[in-house]
């Protein structure tokens, strides 16, 4: 089975930071990655498939990079709606999430 | 508008079973895999089964296996995951979610299962 591990777990920044999570894969999934946001009692929302593609309505400020093992999210410039849990997913073999991080307000 | 509604959760005894459901609208249904993921209380996300558009192929987590079932009734829009043997680690939101180059693009507001004595 894949494994995904984020770092950080948690993440306190301040509205107009820019913010960047990792996402390593315990092995090699190519480019097969995706990043989703979570906010509180919702369901999670697509932002960023195919490790770099953004998905249709997600704000630009959304970056997603890297292929193989390691990966990363990064806001360009934290909004007030940013603030909340992001996980990467693989689906190179079947789906793994990662822990998720929590990006909160510093 | 694309839209997938779960229902059918509660609350179970551990070793018992539940089936919830998941009613999709919007989109053609048959067209397209599904997923069921779960959300543990506090807890992050884990997929836990898959089922292709004409229902032949189905995967599942391990942590699942031999215990759950998922199926779809695809004249109905409508998707199932049948529970057996729960446990209390079983406690979770359950979310479906549709399928789309591989990626969870839509996703319902998920139903709650609740495994207690």
């Known amino acids: 089975d894949i494994q995904m591990t984020q770092s950080p777990s948690t993440l306190s920044a301040s509205v107009g930071d820019r913010v960047t999570i990792t996402c390593r894969a315990s092995?090699?999934?190519?480019?097969?990655l995706a990043w989703y946001q979570q906010k509180p009692g919702k369901a999670p929302k697509l932002l960023i498939y195919?490790?770099?593609s953004l998905e249709s309505g997600v704000p630009s400020r959304f970056r997603g990079s890297g292929s193989g093992t390691e990966f990363t999210l990064t806001i360009s410039s934290l909004e007030p709606d940013d603030f909340a849990i992001y996980y990467c997913q693989q689906y190179d073999s079947l789906w793994t999430f990662g822990q998720g991080t929590k990006v909160e307000i510093k | 508008e694309v839209q997938l509604v779960e229902s059918g959760g509660g609350l179970v005894q551990p070793g018992g079973s539940l089936r919830i459901s998941c009613a999709a609208s919007g989109f053609t249904f048959m067209s397209y895999e599904m997923n069921w993921v779960r959300q543990a209380p506090g807890k992050g996300l884990e997929w836990i089964s898959y089922?292709?558009?004409?229902?032949?192929?189905?995967y599942y987590a391990d942590s699942v296996k031999g215990r759950f079932t998922v199926s779809r009734d695809n004249a109905k829009n409508s998707l199932f995951l049948e529970m057996k043997s729960l446990r209390a680690d079983d406690t979770a939101l359950y979310f479906c979610?549709?399928?789309?180059?591989?990626?969870?693009?839509?996703w319902g507001k998920g139903t709650t299962v609740t495994v207690s004595s």
């Open positions: 089922i292709s558009g004409g229902g032949e192929t189905t």
């Open positions: 195919k490790a770099s």
């Open positions: 979610a549709k399928v789309e180059d591989n990626c969870l693009d839509v």
């Open positions: 092995q090699s999934i190519n480019s097969w």
